[in-house]
């Protein structure tokens, strides 16, 4: 349930913000079910406080929780 409503508002705050998307995983594996996330970083700007600041609060959560997080930052490609 805790774990549910953290991704919820990690899922929010995605949208909100508008600068990275998250992708949930779930699989079945020896009667356990795992959640893998996949958070995809992608900069609109790439400003060293703002990435610093995203960077920090995905690893403060993650202390707190049992799941695994792969992260992707990639620069925006040019218009």
């Known amino acids: 349930m805790l774990r549910s409503s953290a991704l919820k508002f990690l899922g929010e705050q995605a ?18 079910r795992l ?5 995809v970083v992608v900069c609109f700007q790439m400003r060293s406080f703002a990435l610093i600041t995203l960077l920090t609060s995905f690893v ?20």
């Open 60 to 79: 403060q959560w993650q202390e707190h929780q049992s799941v695994s997080f792969v992260l992707v930052i990639a620069p925006q490609a040019a218009t």
């Open 35 to 39: 959640t893998e996330i996949r958070i």
């Open 15 to 32: 949208v909100k913000k508008g600068i990275y998307s998250l992708i949930k995983q779930k699989m079945d594996d020896r009667k356990e």
